[in-house]
């Protein structure tokens, strides 16, 4: 009878041992899945500034192509920072007199603005590169290009592509639906996709990338009828799988966060980009002129 007593004992305390660690098991899983699926928070120090391996590789391999010279201008936020203790805001900032500047800057210099939708027609053969060509791209869709950056595009007239967070689209730090309708309504800005949830697509599972891409996608082209023909990744993270997507899903050009100049058809699905920092006058155009660009 004890014997019996002393082993039901032990069972049961390996059976709730088996089942704690379990429990412990699935809360580290569970815990690891909801940072994986995070937003990644994009800094100068986290921001991918050099291309994956097997992208270097498909580099090396890939049949050479006419290359153009087309610096695109990586930005964020472009407004006055009120709360200076916003590291991250103030960081990834240009404000909107310095932006102007750069934008009076770069016409007065002969710069011709284009937009990706553009780009991508020019590597297609569909229209001629044009003189001085230039891009202004700006991540994530914040209320401030629709408060700051629309008026002065619509100022000089000039073209500009806005990458939006569909998943974001009204939330605390972004534009509004109108905010976004209005902005289309200019005729001025391509508006392309950055995934949903701005999550990092490098390593994922592929139903996780589909639906990021996918659904970015359609909500764009089925809530403002306009066609969503160019990507950016969330963070400039990528890979091959990621660029495989990309394509698949009908895009025509996607912009990474690597520093360079030159785009081709080797490298329309991760085009490089330049973050221009509080450049402005002939610092900007030297700055331009450079063979060569290191990570900001």
Known sequence: MFKELLLGIVTGIGTLVIFIIVIIIVQHYALAQNKANSPVLETNRTMI????????????????????????????????????????????????AVFEQQVVTLQNAGFTFMTAKELGDV????????????????????????????????????????YIITGFIGGSDFMTSDQLQKVINSGLVDVGAHTVDHISLKGRKLATVQNEVDQSKKTLEQTYHID??????????????????????????????????????????FMYRLRVGYRTGQSLLMWLNQDSFEAY
Not at 49 to 57: A, E, G, Q, R, V
Not at 234 to 249: H, I, L, R, T
């Open 49 to 96: 500034k050099k291309l994956p391996d097997d992208i270097t590789k498909q580099i090396k391999t890939a049949s050479p192509t006419a290359t153009f010279r087309v610096p695109i201008l990586l930005y964020h936020y472009i407004e006055n920072i009120q709360n200076k203790k916003d590291k991250l805001r103030v960081e990834l900032n240009v404000p909107p």
């Open 228 to 269: 969503a023909v160019s990507f950016a990744y969330p963070n400039g993270s990528f890979d091959k799988q990621a660029v495989q997507v990309v394509k698949d899903d009908g895009f025509s050009t996607a912009v990474s966060t690597v520093a360079g100049i030159e785009q081709n058809q080797t490298n329309r699905f």
């Open 123 to 162: 590597l297609d053969g569909k229209m001629a590169m044009p003189p001085k060509p230039i891009l202004l791209t700006f991540d994530d869709g914040h209320w401030d290009f629709a408060t700051d950056v629309l008026p002065i595009l619509e100022k000089y007239h000039i073209k500009a592509t806005a």
